[in-house]
């Protein structure tokens, strides 16, 4: 069974830092892309960044030269390291994955900037 666990949200000032980390299970998880998504109230999904399982990254526009995304193979985890943080950023962040056709989400962590 595929499980993913987000942590690391929280309250951050603008212009501040977070990272997330989610830790899966259930999969080979070196050979799997992994994806952070974000969803802020009235707004739809969002595809924030992408990794392959080795290593290659894409970012949507909004983020790019802000947040990183990375992975470790060993851990089964992969990081989302968010800097200049902006009240826009404000969502709940979900790591996501695909297995066998299906998608499968984590349970969402919240990221809230304000001052």
């Known amino acids: 069974q595929v499980h993913l666990r987000e942590s690391g949200g929280g309250l951050a000032q603008p212009g501040g830092s977070l990272r997330l980390s989610c830790v899966a299970s259930g999969i080979n998880f070196r050979l799997h892309p992994m994806h952070w998504h974000r969803q802020a109230p009235g707004k739809e999904r969002e595809l924030v960044a992408s990794?392959?399982?080795?290593?290659?990254?894409n970012y949507a526009d909004s983020v790019k030269d802000r947040f990183t995304i990375s992975r470790n193979n060993i851990w089964n985890t992969v990081y989302l390291q968010m800097n200049s943080l902006q009240p826009e950023d404000t969502a709940l962040y979900y790591c996501t994955t695909n297995f066998r056709g299906r998608d499968y989400w984590g349970q969402g962590t919240q990221v809230t900037v304000s001052s």
């Open positions: 990794i392959t399982g080795d290593g290659a990254t």
